[in-house]
């Protein structure tokens, strides 16, 4: 799924579920947006994720050979180049917590 696909997806679920929340959130990533919904299908509660990033062109490790030191990590994203992916979730009946759902079992 992609960010043009996206708000077709949003009223085809509007239209057949009860929705809980709509949304979007912004990570610790620089220009990374997660756009969310959640929805009911009779016994079950299920959550749809968009995640639009930048591409990373590098990843720079800065490390010193000594023992004990700490490792840094620096990420090089790109200015024009984005990476969108959906995740699909699915509400655990034992302890609330989100469990991702394999697709492919769906097609």
Do not use: C
């Amino acid at each position: 799924m992609n960010q043009s696909k996206w708000p077709t997806f949003i009223e085809m679920v509007k239209n057949k579920f009860t929705v809980i929340a709509e949304g979007e959130t912004n990570t610790d990533i620089p220009g990374e947006v997660i756009k969310f919904i959640e929805w009911e299908t009779g016994d079950k509660e299920m959550r749809a994720e968009l995640h639009l990033k930048p591409k990373v062109l590098d990843k720079k490790t800065f490390y010193s050979n000594r023992i004990g030191s700490g490792v840094r990590e620096e990420f090089v994203y790109a200015d024009d180049e984005t990476v969108e992916f959906a995740k699909f979730y699915e509400k655990s009946s034992t302890n609330d917590d989100w469990q991702e759902v394999d697709m492919t079992k769906f097609l």
